[in-house]
């Protein structure tokens, strides 16, 4: 399993960006995917995460209507697009698939700021 995240940089508050994690090594459509952030000195936290086929989706309180998650199955490749982004929304995201174990990518950072 290997997941390639790209697509982060510094950008102004109110802002945005798209991510992307470029999967391979498994059955991509078979699994839901994730987004997780991990800002300095804090715990890692679930953003956002999408079903197999891309049908349900789900975000995190402070994300919800700002970003949007979303996969291509001929890509094996998952995206976030972040709008409206804010300084609090600096860290570095990771992707996760979860198959008996979790697997990330290596992240990508992101900094909000002017």
């Known amino acids: 399993v290997q997941l390639v995240e790209s697509g982060g940089g510094l950008v102004q508050p109110g802002g945005s960006l798209r991510l992307s994690c470029a999967a391979s090594?498994?059955?991509?459509?078979?699994?839901?995917m994730r987004w997780y952030r991990q800002a300095p000195m804090k715990v890692r936290e679930l953003v956002a995460s999408?079903?197999?086929?891309?049908?349900?989706?789900n975000y995190a309180d402070p994300v919800q209507g700002r970003f949007t998650i979303s996969r291509d199955n001929a890509k094996n490749t998952v995206y976030l697009q972040m709008n409206s982004l804010k300084p609090e929304d600096t860290a570095v995201y990771y992707c996760?698939?979860?198959?008996?174990?979790?697997?990330w990518g290596q992240g990508t950072q992101v900094t909000v700021a002017s």
């Open positions: 999408i079903s197999g086929a891309g049908e349900r989706t």
């Open positions: 996760n698939v979860q198959i008996f174990v979790n697997y």
């Open positions: 090594g498994f059955s991509f459509s078979s699994y839901d």
